[in-house]
Each structure stands twice: as C-alpha cells, then as structure tokens.
Nanobody
Framework: RVQLVESGGDSVQTGRSLRLSCTAS????????MAWFRQPAGKEREGVAV??????????ADSVQGRSTIAQNGTEKMMTITLHMDNLRPEDTAMYYC????????????????WGQGTQVTVSS
C-alpha cells in the first residue's frame, strides 16, 4: 500500500518562501505521477505541480508558474518530492496535499488514487 507523508506547512507573511516535502513509499507502478494539490477552505481542490517517473518535464499551475519549483528524488520504493514556493501570497493559503497516480497524469484530480493527509499553508498580508 502506498503511504504518503507531507511536511513543511506553516504560517508566513506575504512575500516569504516555503518548501513542502512529501515522501511516498510502497509505489508499485513502473510509470507514475506524483503531484501537489491544494484546497482553500470552501473551494475545490486544484493541482499545483506534478512530476513524473520516468522523468518528463514537470507541470505547473498558472497561479504558481515562475515562483515555484518542484523536485523529485528517489525511486518507486521511496520517492520524495518537494515544492519550493517563493513570493507567497494570501491566495496561496490552503491545505496542500501530495498525491500519486499510475501512469502520466496532469493537474486534474482524476486518476490520483493515493492521497496524503495534507499540510496547511497560511499566508497573511
């Protein structure tokens, strides 16, 4: 069974940076996608960034493009992905979730069948 453990969420002021981390273990897929999603209170979950194994260029949501970097390290036995976000804004406030899907997926939630518990990011002005 795939297990996902997220960390790094915090309360910060506008303009600061954060790095979120997610470690996945037990992945059995030869081809898979790992992604960060976020869900602001009362809103739908949205994709933030994805990485692939085997590697392909990552995808970023327009809302974080240019101020975020996603990185991956490891194998399907244990894979860690990090999301570094700069110049944080109040609209980045959300619960951030890590997820895994078989195959190559995009920023939509369809196909992701393993999810972490989430880590809260709060950005105050």
């Amino acid at each position: 069974r795939v297990q996902l453990v997220e960390s790094g969420g915090d309360s910060v002021q506008t303009g600061r940076s954060l790095r979120l981390s997610c470690t996945a273990s037990g992945i059995v897929y030869n081809i898979f996608t790992m992604a960060w999603f976020r869900q602001p209170a009362g809103k739908e979950r949205e994709g933030v960034a994805v990485v692939y194994s085997p590697r392909r260029p990552p995808l970023y949501a327009d809302s974080v493009q240019g101020r975020s970097t996603i990185a991956q390290n490891g194998t399907e036995k244990m894979m860690t992905i990090t999301l570094h976000m700069d110049n944080l804004r109040p609209e980045d406030t959300a619960m951030y979730y890590c997820a895994v899907a078989p195959g190559y997926r995009n920023l939509g939630t369809f196909g992701y069948n393993y999810w972490g518990q989430g880590t809260q990011v709060t950005v105050s002005s």
